[in-house]
């Protein structure tokens, strides 16, 4: 099976906002960079830890071009390019594909909660139809908590047989680890990437593509040796360290607490702002999530 | 409290499409003139129903001007201009106003899942301050089964408080009576209409604007019979009757339903067609839909 050649420690990168709620394109390419020169393999801007579906097509599409006009390379970017609206998954779809992008995070639609599996079929396969491009690598985006919608085994096994070679991975972001065994069992050799830091080893013993996951914006140096090192004898104590970091924010956002640490550690307030319908976290919290987060044994080569 | 001006039976209109996906401005213009002359006070263009989410800004922009350009009047439009993305409801949201459009329709943003009432507060002021047009009309549209993300009878309260005579009413698409209820009794004299049309005879007797569901599509003269003569004996006997519609599509889905019964009735097969994630309903499902619908009592008076 064509499992596409992305491989490794993905970050959804963080999009940090200016004053004016924009994407602050200095701050994020400065990030991206970062997160390249620092453990990450690759990335997938606009993903929901970035924010995605915050921003309109526009704002994703010019983000995009500037981040690569500026030298990240486009070969090692997956981004995010799923909406509720079909054309405009297909023009975010057609867009990353002209820029080269190594692959696409593509998201069902997520507004419509009563479909069926023919429905989300058909939606992947209009999209792959109307861009029409041999170089398309799509990764199915499965992530019930927020979209809903979810990409079943069944449906799956059907859209890899019907485009081999483009429908080529899945990032899981059920949570659900016997969701992701399924499926990196049932379909060998499939670039399955899981969306939970917590499976990263599992995931490659069982021949599994990596990880795309949110502390990668802060811990992504020690998710690489893991990565590296997966069947050497301090992989469980490698992955055991990465697994104290989410409770550090527990019931919290991710996406707003590791804002407030990159903003911390960059010594830049502007870093923890967000987009509404997300909120920041008010101060009690920050200090409290920076200071859980100070204790950790990850915080001593933090690389942001 | 301003309630606004818009009241009464509201369609929110299904969205025919062609072979290629596009909206089919054709048959939906007819759709929408035959509906304000036969039984509809004004119209929800890109509604759920409408299959809204479902289609680009710039789509929903340029049907909407050639609605209004085919000389349907704005002032009885209430267009749904909700996104996930806070941009693109800001676009969408202003020109409905330019426009001249009697009010807006205003989803919450519906992504992310694990948001609070104040993201959802900050969401819509921002909106409301970005238009920044004084002839700006919002009704907050409420329907959990879809969006998830709710509007709390606190969070209506602070937006009516902080934007009097912009937050000027709801619609109610949660199937829940009690909830209905509380908003009709603690905000009297707000524009709120009833998103179930089993609870508009209820939703008038206290006080409310009127009904938005997607039955008005083929049913609206008789419910139009019962806004006008809700304080009339016969005010029960319409509301049973109009409440024998939904049954007759049990366990589908109710744009597929109606689409099928509107392409029905025209004679009319593209009428059925829908946008993916939805599927049209099979041969069989078509014909029960069609053969249920044309025993009811409502069937003799359908004008579509």
Known sequence: MDGGTLRGVFAPTLTPVDEGLRIDAARWIEHCRTLLANGCNGLCPFGTTSEATSFSVDERIDA???????????????PGTGCSALTD??????????????????????????????????????????????????????????????FSLDLIERLITDYPGVVVGLKDSSGDWNNLHSILTRFPGFGTFTGS?????????????????????????????????????????????????????????????LKAIVAHYHNDPEWARVRPPLVELDAAATQAVVDRFAKLPVAAEIAI
């Open 64 to 78: 995009l071009e500037q981040l690569t006009a500026a030298g990240v390379p486009a070969a090692k970017l997956m």
């Open 89 to 150: 998954t297909v023009r975010l779809t057609r867009h990353a594909v002209d820029l080269g992008c190594g692959g696409v995070l593509m998201l069902p639609p997520f507004y419509y909660k009563d479909v069926n599996d023919e429905g989300i079929y058909r939606s992947i396969a209009e999209v792959i139809e109307r861009v029409g491009d041999a170089r398309l690598r799509v990764y199915l985006y499965h992530i019930p908590p927020q979209a809903v919608i979810c």
């Open 197 to 257: 830091e917590a499976f990263l080893l599992q995931t490659l013993r069982l021949g599994g593509a990596g990880s795309i996951n949110a502390v990668a914006n802060v811990i992504a140096p020690i998710q690489q040796r893991l990565f590296e090192d997966w069947e050497a004898p301090q992989a469980e104590e490698l992955q055991a360290t990465i697994n104290q970091v989410r409770p550090i924010y527990q019931g919290l956002s991710a996406i707003t607490a």
